[in-house]
């Protein structure tokens, strides 16, 4: 895997989250005014459960649900018709440090919420832009001098955060400096209305044993699951140091008796996907992970893990899947951990109703039996792997530039079931454009097992991050999407892959996906808040 963070590169959502993976990146400029264009310890005293529904217009999380699907399903009225007529509606005032996570949406309180890798967090009024409060400061970030590798400066919050609606609770987890050289993991837990830190906050995040702070980084998205807060780790940008994979569970009844996770390989073995974990509707977690170190015997590194919470935190060691080149993808540093598992909803006409969708840097995207992973695959790397696998950005295999996106999900009707994945690499025949959207039919192969083809392919994009789906069902739905080393913010046609709209938004950090709520899509760009919606 590969640290995280702010760097466009070329190649569709080329490496890690933030934290994980890339090259360094050079900062981006100032972004423009945008120009839309159409064509064709302690005990806490608040014990969330984050399992309730949202009220209207709220954003929890990562693209909005934990399955991480990134289908605004109450935002059906969003459609094409609608982001034709789109324009800016407001900018916010400007940040301190650099944007890295997706904003959150408080619809009880019609606030932005944003954090920044100053360690501040801010709430602005969903209608203006106006700030409502902050900053809070929750603690000094780490420099990068104090780092082993990396390619952020200075580290504070990447990651994005989680709201619980049910107690306006806004949860997230800083990096802060202590004293000369020392540095720290912070749960934070705010009044989302207000910005005050709830009693008994902040707490230290448990070291557990193994786990060294300066190779750690956390930029993979927050999960809140029937009360325990859950969060993964990675390495820097640089893969230096002795970093595993890791997932804590800090129950938040009690926060400092906290469950952890290791990725059990020799090194490595990163959970740092933007996305951070996929949770299903049985309540388990699904993880994909970067690259391991062994290139013999499976050590979890570059597959998707099954990780139990009930009734303590754990891998299930019979259900996992591995591709049958992983200890090639292994040696080439092409995670398929660059981008997160998607939990679809169950599908109908099909052997495998339950289906998991993963694609990462190899450019391979893999369809698999959330029944049963299949552990070690047997195809040839790119056909043959889990239920189904084809190559979607080319060349495939041992590469690192397919994809850094996590995929989107959306029912189309009569048209059938989508899949929108986001890369770089050469679209698949007969599209012919560099990096952009693929629109995935989800459909049966001969065997009654599922699989998919490729129905459309958008314009040429650089380096996109995750799409996000807007819309009804089966009627005239859009896909959004931002080009983060392009600059520009895309609303696709959910049907034909057709541009209906875009905006110049200047460059944004990595991974960045956008987020929406009542009718207006908000995007972080490095310094500011923009907003858009049609007048």
């Given at each position: 895997m590969?640290?995280?963070?702010?760097?466009?590169?070329?190649?569709?959502v080329?490496?890690?989250?933030?934290?994980?993976?890339?090259?360094?990146?050079?900062k981006p400029?100032?972004?423009?005014v945008p120009?839309?264009?159409?064509?064709?310890?302690p005990?806490?005293?608040v014990t969330?459960t984050a399992?309730?529904?949202?009220?209207p217009?709220?954003?929890l999380?990562?693209?909005?649900?934990f399955?991480?699907?990134?289908w605004y399903q109450?935002?059906?009225?969003?459609t094409?018709?609608?982001?034709?007529r789109?324009?800016?509606?407001?900018?916010?005032p400007?940040?301190?440090g650099?944007?890295?996570?997706?904003p959150l949406?408080?619809?009880?309180?019609?606030?932005v919420l944003?954090a920044?890798t100053?360690?501040?967090i801010?709430?602005?009024?969903?209608?203006t832009?106006a700030?409502a409060?902050?900053?809070?400061n929750?603690?000094q970030p780490?420099?990068?001098?104090?780092?082993?590798?990396?390619?952020?400066?200075?580290?504070?919050?990447?990651?994005?955060?989680v709201?619980d609606?049910?107690?306006?609770?806004?949860?997230?987890?800083?990096?802060?400096?202590q004293?000369?050289?020392?540095?720290?993991?912070?749960?934070?837990a705010l009044d989302?209305?207000t910005?005050?830190?709830?009693?008994?906050?902040p707490?230290a995040?448990?070291?557990?044993?193994g786990?060294?702070?300066?190779?750690?980084?956390?930029?993979?998205?927050l999960?809140?699951?029937n009360?325990?807060?859950y969060v993964?780790f990675g390495?820097?940008w640089?893969?230096?140091?002795?970093?595993?994979?890791?997932?804590?569970?800090?129950p938040?009844s009690?926060?400092?008796?906290?469950q952890?996770?290791?990725?059990?390989?020799?090194?490595e073995?990163?959970?740092?996907?933007?996305?951070g974990?996929a949770t299903a509707?049985?309540?388990?977690l699904?993880?994909?992970?970067?690259?391991?170190?062994?290139s013999?015997?499976?050590?979890?590194g570059?597959a998707?893990?099954?990780?139990?919470?009930q009734?303590?935190l754990?891998?299930?060691?019979?259900d996992f899947?591995?591709p049958?080149?992983?200890?090639?993808?292994?040696d080439?540093?092409a995670?398929?951990?660059?981008?997160?598992?998607?939990i679809?909803?169950?599908?109908?006409g099909?052997?495998t109703?339950?289906?998991?969708f993963?694609?990462?840097?190899?450019?391979?995207?893999?369809?698999?039996?959330?029944?049963?992973l299949?552990?070690?695959?047997?195809?040839n790397?790119?056909?043959?792997?889990?239920?189904?696998?084809?190559?979607l950005f080319?060349?495939?295999?041992?590469?690192?530039?397919?994809s850094?996106?996590t995929?989107?999900?959306?029912?189309?009707?009569?048209?059938?079931?989508f899949?929108?994945?986001a890369?770089g690499g050469?679209?698949?025949?007969?599209?012919?454009?560099?990096?952009?959207?693929l629109?995935?039919?989800?459909?049966?192969q001969?065997?009654?097992?599922s699989?998919?083809?490729?129905?459309?392919c958008?314009?040429?994009?650089?380096?996109p991050?995750s799409p996000?789906v807007?819309?009804?069902?089966?009627?005239?739905a859009v896909?959004?999407?931002?080009d983060?080393?392009?600059?520009?913010?895309?609303?696709?046609?959910?049907?034909?892959?057709?541009?209906?709209?875009s905006?110049?938004i200047?460059?944004?950090e990595?991974?960045?996906?956008?987020?929406?709520a009542?009718?207006?899509v908000?995007v972080?760009?490095p310094?500011r808040?923009?907003?858009?919606?049609?007048?």
């Amino acid at each position: 895997m590969k640290s995280s963070h702010t760097a466009l590169l070329a190649a569709v959502v080329l490496c890690l989250a933030l934290a994980a993976c890339g090259r360094p990146a050079a900062k981006p400029a100032q972004p423009p005014v945008p120009t839309p264009s159409r064509s064709s310890t302690p005990t806490a005293s608040v014990t969330p459960t984050a399992t309730s529904a949202p009220p209207p217009a709220s954003v929890l999380t990562y693209r909005g649900d934990f399955a991480r699907t990134g289908w605004y399903q109450n935002e059906s009225a969003l459609t094409a018709d609608v982001a034709a007529r789109f324009a800016p509606l407001w900018q916010s005032p400007t940040v301190n440090g650099r944007i890295y996570a997706q904003p959150l949406v408080d619809g009880a309180h019609a606030l932005v919420l944003v954090a920044t890798t100053a360690n501040d967090i801010y709430a602005f009024h969903s209608a203006t832009g106006a700030l409502a409060w902050g900053p809070v400061n929750v603690g000094q970030p780490v420099p990068r001098s104090l780092l082993a590798c990396g390619d952020v400066d200075p580290v504070g919050i990447l990651s994005t955060p989680v709201l619980d609606p049910t107690t306006s609770t806004l949860y997230a987890v800083a990096q802060v400096r202590q004293g000369a050289a020392g540095m720290a993991y912070e749960i934070l837990a705010l009044d989302s209305a207000t910005g005050a830190m709830r009693p008994g906050y902040p707490v230290a995040l448990q070291a557990p044993s193994g786990f060294n702070v300066r190779y750690q980084q956390q930029r993979a998205a927050l999960t809140l699951l029937n009360g325990t807060l859950y969060v993964p780790f990675g390495g820097y940008w640089g893969d230096c140091g002795p970093y595993h994979g890791w997932l804590i569970g800090v129950p938040l009844s009690h926060p400092t008796a906290q469950q952890s996770f290791m990725v059990p390989t020799a090194r490595e073995g990163a959970i740092w996907s933007a996305a951070g974990v996929a949770t299903a509707p049985d309540g388990t977690l699904y993880a994909t992970t970067g690259n391991g170190s062994s290139s013999g015997p499976v050590d979890f590194g570059n597959a998707v893990l099954h990780i139990q919470t009930q009734p303590s935190l754990g891998f299930n060691r019979q259900d996992f899947f591995a591709p049958s080149n992983f200890a090639a993808l292994n040696d080439q540093d092409a995670d398929i951990g660059s981008a997160s598992p998607v939990i679809l909803p169950p599908q109908t006409g099909t052997t495998t109703p339950n289906l998991i969708f993963a694609m990462g840097k190899p450019g391979v995207a893999y369809l698999l039996n959330r029944d049963s992973l299949g552990g070690l695959s047997h195809g040839n790397g790119i056909t043959g792997e889990g239920l189904f696998s084809a190559c979607l950005f080319g060349p495939c295999g041992q590469q690192r530039a397919g994809s850094f996106a996590t995929a989107a999900y959306w029912q189309g009707g009569s048209a059938g079931n989508f899949l929108f994945a986001a890369g770089g690499g050469h679209q698949p025949a007969p599209c012919q454009a560099q990096g952009g959207v693929l629109g995935l039919r989800l459909g049966t192969q001969s065997n009654g097992a599922s699989d998919f083809s490729v129905g459309w392919c958008s314009v040429g994009m650089t380096d996109p991050g995750s799409p996000a789906v807007t819309g009804p069902t089966g009627g005239n739905a859009v896909v959004w999407v931002i080009d983060t080393r392009g600059g520009r913010l895309y609303a696709l046609s959910a049907a034909t892959g057709k541009t209906i709209w875009s905006a110049d938004i200047g460059q944004t950090e990595r991974f960045i996906a956008p987020a929406i709520a009542g009718g207006r899509v908000f995007v972080g760009v490095p310094d500011r808040v923009l907003a858009f919606a049609a007048p």
